[in-house]
T-cell receptor
């Protein structure tokens, strides 16, 4: 089955630790995206990548980093510099001329 | 920058009735796409319907249809014959057309839809 996987579903970390969220897709999509969702808010774009080895900052990139070494993978690292890291994180992908984005199931990150 | 506004934080509808969710947006672009996504309690984002700005005809997907008013920058979602499975958060989203070189989605803050049995 083609789709987007995110792991783990729930993640717990202590404050001050970096943590990496996984996102893998087998849809052969070129573009991948990371969004953050907080209660009462819509999704906000953290980073996106339209091609391997290239990525751009979104609206709230501070405290986050990404890499895009393979077409299928777009991991997100939440660094200790991110002031409010507890949130729900969604990964998405789209085809080269695709109009819609397809989303993974999300990862709930809790930092205490 | 584009903005998307959903002015109804919560809506409720009786099962089998019709409900309309509102969305307005602000843009200076002439070509773009609009979407409605559904997020049920599982939190999986599911595409409900999309509309290309250059198309005058309103999009329809089974019980879901939109009322796209380009001049007014309005994009409402109508759900007919509401079912219990329609209960979810609904997000309106905007995306520039590919030739603008920016394909990110801009989301509204969502409308929580409750279905009353």
């Amino acid at each position: 089955d083609g789709g987007i996987t995110q792991s783990p579903k729930y993640l717990f970390r202590k404050e001050g630790q970096n943590v990496t969220l996984s996102c893998e897709q087998n849809l052969n999509h070129d573009a991948m995206y990371w969004y953050r969702q907080d209660p009462g808010q819509g999704l906000r774009l953290i980073y996106y990548s339209q091609i391997v080895n290239d990525f751009q900052k979104g609206d709230i990139a501070e405290g986050y980093s990404v890499s895009r070494e393979k077409k299928e993978s777009f991991p997100l690292t939440v660094t200790s510099a991110q002031k409010n890291p507890t949130a729900f994180y969604l990964c998405a992908s789209s085809s080269p001329r695709g109009n819609e984005q397809y989303f993974g199931p999300g990862t709930r990150l809790t930092v205490t | 920058a584009q903005t998307v506004t959903q002015s109804q934080p919560e809506m409720s509808v009786q099962e089998a009735e019709t409900v309309t969710l509102s969305c307005t947006y602000d843009t200076s672009e002439s070509d773009y796409y609009l979407f409605w996504y559904k997020q049920p309690p599982s939190r999986q984002m599911i595409l409900v319907i999309r509309q290309e700005a250059y198309k005058q005809q309103n999009a329809t997907e089974n019980r879901f249809s939109v009322n796209f008013q380009k001049a007014a920058k309005s994009f409402s979602l109508k759900i007919s014959d509401s079912q219990l499975g329609d209960a979810a958060m609904y997000f309106c989203a905007y995306r520039s057309a590919p030739n603008f070189g920016n394909e990110k989605l801009t989301f509204g803050t969502g409308t929580r839809l409750t279905i009353i049995p």
